[in-house]
């Protein structure tokens, strides 16, 4: 099993660096293209006067089109150096492959996509500082949210003494005073899109607006970042092989990633995986987000279904105590505790049987899981059918385990009748 701690060394591109102590003007900003990230590249530079190199980590939600697009929108802002990383596949390996394995939903709602996408890429952000030899690291989260203690913290543990920079946090800036700022330095982007916060990645897109501020209230049609386009329902055959989706309607993949980018390709058009999570961030507040998921949570519900029939009940028992622990623990940004890794040792121990076929409906807004196929069925027809008959024990037999299971409890309830009756 790949090690966290390694994962990026072989993903970044090499940068010349030089021995010597960190250039003080120079500092790595984790950049997306949006307006926070924008906002910080103009203020960096024209107000501190820093040489800003710029790292985008594209964990599945930028195409290559819009990649360049970032790069360019990067340097005409201002920065010095603008670098891409394709983490991908190692944030599957890493991260997505055991909220699989464990089925993890937060609050029963929400497959952690930015949860999960945010700490893959403070990664890799860290690993370009030390690469870069940069004096600080910068990042454009605010001070409301989760995602500033999932980069404060993997930055303090990766690449402890470097100095954080969070211009959006320290000056409690809003979206407002961000769009004013920029368009002030003659910037031109889509602001009436930054509206909308809007993170998207492997495991699904984040959706944030004024309707989620407010305890009240869906997102309309027009933010959600993927239409509805499809009206009639499909059939689709999902093929595991050891908890990993490998195969979609008999098509193999070279990596579970693209495969789940081709299930979200198929799924997303029926508004499957529309939701608003409320939850509780890591700073002690209530927070509401809209999503969108379509292949993460056909996945997840395929994968679980696939379980229920090929493991044991004590399997399923202690992988969902330990899977909830384990998306828990990830949300909160401690990807990087080892008992993390002992969690994932235990879970992919679990996935040896998870292999077969899963039959799902697509419908719009729903989807329906229709039955499996595996070799590893425990429901076999061999040892009986539940409810008609059974192969594998007596009547008699049944007498005598139903007299020894609850002998105990028996034993309780006469102790307590002579004691009581006194």
């Not at 059939?235 to 092989?241: K, M, P, Q, R």
């Not at 192969?391 to 037999?397: F, M, Q």
């Amino acid at each position: 099993m790949e090690n966290i701690n390694t994962i990026v060394d072989d993903t970044l591109p090499a940068v010349e660096t030089s021995p010597a102590e960190p250039v003080k003007t120079s500092v790595v900003l984790g950049f997306s293209g949006g307006l926070d990230t924008s906002y910080c590249v103009k203020w960096l530079t024209l107000e501190k006067g820093y040489d800003v190199h710029s790292v985008v980590v594209n964990t599945g939600g930028f195409s290559e089109e819009e990649l360049k697009q970032i790069e360019a929108h990067a340097y005409k802002l201002g920065v010095k150096t603008h670098t891409t990383v394709n983490a991908v596949k190692s944030y599957y390996d890493t991260i997505i492959k055991f909220l699989i394995y464990g089925n993890v939903l937060k609050n029963n709602t929400y497959p952690l996509s930015v949860s999960a996408e945010r700490l893959s890429q403070a990664l890799f952000i860290a690993e370009h500082v030390k690469k870069m030899n940069a004096s600080a690291v910068v990042h454009g989260s605010t001070g409301a949210g989760n995602d500033q203690v999932r980069f404060d913290m993997v930055f303090n543990i990766m690449i402890p003494g470097v100095e954080i920079i969070t211009p959006i946090r320290d000056m409690k800036l809003s979206r407002e005073e961000e769009i004013a700022y920029l368009k002030s330095k003659g910037v031109d982007m889509n602001f009436e899109k930054s509206m909308y916060s809007i993170n998207k990645g492997l495991w699904g897109t984040s959706v944030g607006g004024k309707e989620t501020l407010n305890s009240k209230g869906m997102l309309p049609e027009e933010a959600w970042p993927t239409q509805v386009t499809e009206s009639t329902s499909r059939s689709i055959e999902l093929e595991f092989n050891k908890g990993e989706l490998v195969s979609i309607d008999g098509e193999n993949f070279g990596h579970p990633s693209e495969a789940i980018q081709k299930l979200q390709k198929i799924a997303g058009g029926y508004g499957i995986g529309r939701d608003i999570h409320v939850g509780d961030t890591i700073i002690g507040i209530k927070g509401r987000v809209g999503f969108e998921a379509a292949a993460p949570m056909v996945i997840l519900k395929a994968h679980h279904a696939l379980e229920k029939h090929v493991l044991t009940k004590w399997q399923l028992n202690w992988k969902d105590q330990l899977a909830l622990f384990y998306g828990n623990w990830l949300h909160e940004g401690q990807i990087l505790d080892p008992v993390m890794r002992d969690i994932e040792a235990f879970l992919t121990s679990s996935q040896q049987n998870v292999t077969g076929k899963v039959f799902v409906e697509l419908m719009p807004y729903r989807f329906q899981i229709t039955g499996i196929e595996s070799a590893y069925d425990l429901m076999s027809s061999k040892f009986g059918k539940y409810g008609e008959m059974n192969k594998g024990w007596t009547g008699e037999d049944v007498r005598g385990f139903t007299k020894i299971f609850g002998n105990q409890t028996m034993i309780y309830h006469q102790v307590k009748e002579s004691v009581d009756g006194k």
